[in-house]
């Protein structure tokens, strides 16, 4: 399985076996060892496309994983807490609020 | 006969005024809902803004005057507040500050307001610039 001239490290990869030769320089094969390969060459083709891209997304998101776990913050991580509490509070108050406002017009 | 009659009246007609001077208080007590004509002059001149906190502040130099009202507004505000933020089982500064989200929406075109750069905003037709955490 080791006659093609250029080596593609793509087609490695992916099809280590079947699609590493494609069928147009197996001219010594047997019949069924170039119909398999001939059916694996036009699934590669198909999904040429998908595989690239889950190939592609694969090498973002490793290198994303690799941001991650190297870049380390020069700050303290602060979870501003309080100001999710507040918020809930004040949505809790702001009908009583408005309703002292109304009734105490001289001074607001 | 006349005279002791005569005085009945008149006793009658006191009382009537008596009651009538006690609802007249009522009302007017339950009426003193409108601003002070000096502080409603300072707010539509822009002399005194609406904080985010919930009180009020001078905007400008001011005047020891100004600055005696807003005091006394300010602590008028925060006894109400007090006792409307213990009833909510809140603390005051939480309940100042939903009233200054409110009290700032609720400025009209002129007024000043307190944005959340720190900064006086004078109200327009557009809706104010408040806090995120505003409702």
Redesign the interface.
């Given at each position: 399985m080791r006659q093609r001239t250029k080596p593609n490290p793509i087609r490695e990869l992916t099809y280590p076996a079947a699609t590493a030769t494609p069928p147009s320089m197996t001219g010594f094969r047997d019949g069924y060892a170039a119909a398999q390969a001939g059916r694996l060459e036009a699934l590669w083709r198909g999904w040429r496309g998908a595989v690239l891209v889950v190939a592609i997304v694969g090498a973002g998101a490793s290198a994303l994983t690799g941001c991650i776990s190297v870049a380390t913050p020069d700050k303290p991580i602060v979870i501003e807490l309080n100001?999710n509490i507040?918020?809930e509070?004040?949505?809790?108050?702001?009908a009583?609020?408005?309703k002292?406002?109304d009734?105490?017009?001289?001074?607001? | 006969m006349a005279r002791s009659v005569s005085r009945s009246t008149k006793r009658r007609s006191s009382a009537l005024a008596a009651a009538a001077l006690a609802v007249l208080a009522l009302a007017v007590g339950a009426f003193?809902?409108?601003?002070?004509p000096a502080y409603a002059a300072a707010r539509s001149a822009g002399q005194v803004g609406e904080l985010m906190n919930g009180y009020l502040a001078v905007t400008g130099a001011g005047t020891a005057e100004l600055r005696r009202m807003v005091d006394d507004?300010n602590i008028?505000?925060k006894a109400?507040y007090a006792e409307?933020a213990q009833a909510?089982h809140?603390t005051v500064e939480?309940?100042a500050?939903?009233?200054g989200?409110?009290?700032i929406l609720?400025t009209e075109p002129g007024e000043k307001y307190q944005a959340p750069n720190g900064g006086w905003q004078t109200r327009t037709s557009q809706p104010p610039t408040r806090d995120p955490?505003?409702?």
């Open positions: 100001i507040k918020q509070v004040i949505y809790r108050l702001a009583d609020a408005g002292t406002i009734t105490n017009k001289d001074i607001f | 003193a809902q409108s601003r002070d507004i008028r505000r109400v409307k909510q809140a939480e309940y500050f939903t009233s989200c409110v009290l609720h955490r505003c409702p």
